[in-house]
């Protein structure tokens, strides 16, 4: 969702082309300059987008204490009820649908979330969480909760549009796409930026064109790393690159582990599946159920889900995605009360914890406001460099709608030695990275097509044109 450089920012024909220090970069100036112009024009939009939508989901978790205070915190009180009793208390008031999951008071002046899925009017994906004062038992209140960070609805609205544009699946190509092309533009803008002469780059004393780009430029390398790692998180649970993404780190043994949920403790690695009781407790109950897990050392906050059936086990895992993370696991048999399986974080394969980081850092989670405001910088940063980049397009042309065309026949000037493993490289990238690759192929065509347009009017004599 984010970008560095983002238009064309020069023309490999101006004498600020390359000098003695980048002669290593200069066969390949041009073409990352023709590829620059085509992607920042072309995918600039869905990335202006992408960086105003995830804005706004930035700023999402601190709007969403505000909006829903009532049902989120109570009054301190003296002493909390059992789990147990919350949950009749929450039942009673809402007896539609059955028990998915629990996640206890995990601070003293927030309330206890009992998640009823199944609920009529409420999304399938969705679930009811009914939002209930550990001290009193009142239930304050029932919103339609979406996610394992337990987004409620303006945050799940937010966080859809930024994902889909509220559109479904087809919707999320233009995420992904934004995703797949962020890094090169940034990489591109980047190179282009240091190949320039040092006495090039300044903004102060400049002005026109000249100061748009500095500007540009300059922003745009201060905010190409967070660029990449907004690029590489985001393909991450993207569509179709996700999914190659998924099925690598399988192949390599890196896959994100679940605790067993079946009661004989087999250790299939299967996860809990939603809870089926109507209450919610089952054999020894949810208060045995949570001493359970609290005597195997997992802290607040944690999330109790039911048995999915009579061969099932509870599960209790920690949903702390902030730093320091907390993420382990127990099955509980519902029967004896013993706990049949243990899953820590810390024996996590290390490509799954760096995904689960890097998701939690993309989403504003792992270090909480400051996260947070750090992304909002960087989404605005973004924000600016589009709208620099169509400026320097428009400043170019001196006026003309589109601007001078930046010369064709740039991968011509590349030698063979680098342009074959290149084509490689792109390739590879391409099949792992499908909608950056096929953008790709059809900037490639649109490009051949028009430079063989000019060619043939160029041939044309002006009797031809009468």
Wanted: charged share 20%.
């Amino acid at each position: 969702m984010s970008t560095a450089p983002t238009t064309v920012t020069e023309d490999a024909s101006q004498p600020d082309a390359p000098t003695s220090p980048s002669r290593r970069w200069a066969p390949l100036r041009p073409l990352i300059l023709r590829l620059h112009f085509y992607a920042g024009v072309l995918v600039a939009p869905f990335l202006l987008v992408a960086a105003a939508t995830g804005f706004l989901y930035a700023g999402a978790f601190q709007a969403e204490k505000f909006a829903y205070a009532h049902e989120m915190t109570v009054p301190v009180g003296d002493e909390k009820l059992p789990i147990s009793q919350q949950v009749a208390a929450a039942r009673k008031a809402h007896p539609e649908g059955t028990v998915s999951a629990i996640r206890p008071s995990p601070q003293d002046d927030e309330s206890t979330r009992v998640m009823l899925s199944g609920v009529k009017g409420v999304d399938a994906e969705h679930t009811l969480a009914v939002f209930v004062d550990p001290y009193t038992a009142e239930v304050r209140g029932a919103l339609e909760q979406y996610g394992s960070t337990g987004a409620l609805p303006l945050r799940t609205w937010i966080d859809e549009f930024h994902r889909d544009l509220h559109l479904g699946e087809n919707g999320r190509l233009y995420s992904e796409l934004a995703a797949s092309w962020l890094w090169v533009i940034a990489a591109g803008g980047v190179a282009l930026w240091f190949t320039r002469r040092r006495a090039l780059r300044k903004v102060r004393g400049t002005s026109g064109r000249r100061r748009t780009l500095g500007l540009h430029g300059t922003v745009g390398v201060w905010a190409a790393i967070g660029f990449f790692f907004l690029s590489a998180t985001g393909l991450t649970w993207s569509a179709y690159a996700g999914a190659n993404i998924d099925e690598l780190r399988t192949s390599l043994g890196q896959a994100t582990p679940s605790v067993s949920a079946s009661a004989g403790g087999d250790h299939g690695g299967h996860g809990a599946a939603a809870g089926t009781g109507g209450s919610g407790e089952h054999g020894v109950g949810l208060d045995k159920v949570l001493a359970a897990a609290r005597a195997e050392g997992l802290g607040d906050p944690v999330e109790i889900v039911p048995p999915a059936d009579d061969s099932s086990a509870y599960v209790v895992k920690q949903v702390q995605r902030s730093w320091p993370t907390k993420q382990d696991s127990v099955a509980i048999d519902p029967a004896s009360g013993e706990v049949t399986d243990v899953l820590r974080f810390e024996d996590f394969p290390v490509l799954a914890k760096l995904t689960r980081w890097g998701i939690d850092l993309h989403t504003g989670v792992l270090f909480g406001l400051a996260n947070q405001i750090f992304l909002m910088l960087l989404t605005l940063s973004l924000i600016l460099l589009i709208i620099w980049g169509y400026r320097m397009w428009w400043q170019r042309g001196r006026g003309s709608a589109f601007g001078r065309p930046i010369p064709r026949g740039a991968w011509q000037q590349v030698p063979p030695q680098i342009l074959v493993p290149l084509v490689a490289v792109v390739a590879v990238v391409g099949y792992f990275v499908p909608l950056l690759g096929i953008s790709l192929a059809a900037f490639i065509v649109v490009d051949v097509v028009l430079g063989e347009v000019a060619r043939r009017r160029g041939k044309r004599t002006p009797a031809d044109v009468k």
